[in-house]
Nanobody, 115 residues
Framework: QVQLVESGGGLVQAGGSLRLSCAAS????????MGWYRRTPEKQRELVAS???????NYADSVKGRFTISGDNSKNTTYLEMNSLKPEDTAVYYC?????????WGRGTQVTVSS
């Protein structure tokens, strides 16, 4: 069983930055890509950034140029560096595989951006 634990969220003013971390433990599928997802009460969960084990990255248009995903395979940890944050980035952020495993969703970490 895989456990994914997100951390690093918080309250920040618009224009600020946060760095999220996702620590994986248990049975880890080392060949699969990892992604950061976010969900708001108004929207379904959406994929905002992904990274393959080789380091190839992809971003949603809404975060391109502001967010950077990275990973440390030795630590089984995935990061999301978020800069120039906007109020519309307010959401609960989750990490999971791409495509996501239904049983692997963690609690997420809340990011709130004030205007």
């Amino acid at each position: 069983q895989v456990q994914l634990v997100e951390s690093g969220g918080g309250l920040v003013q618009a224009g600020g930055s946060l760095r999220l971390s996702c620590a994986a433990s248990g049975v880890i599928f080392s060949s699969r890509a990892m992604g950061w997802y976010r969900r708001t009460p108004e929207k379904q969960r959406e994929l905002v950034a992904s990274i393959t084990r080789r380091g190839s990255t992809n971003y949603a248009d809404s975060v391109k140029g502001r967010f950077t995903i990275s990973g440390d395979n030795s630590k089984n940890t995935t990061y999301l560096e978020m800069n120039s944050l906007k109020p519309e980035d307010t959401a609960v952020y989750y990490c999971n595989y791409v495509p996501p495993g239904a049983d692997y969703w963690g609690r997420g970490t809340q990011v709130t951006v004030s205007s």
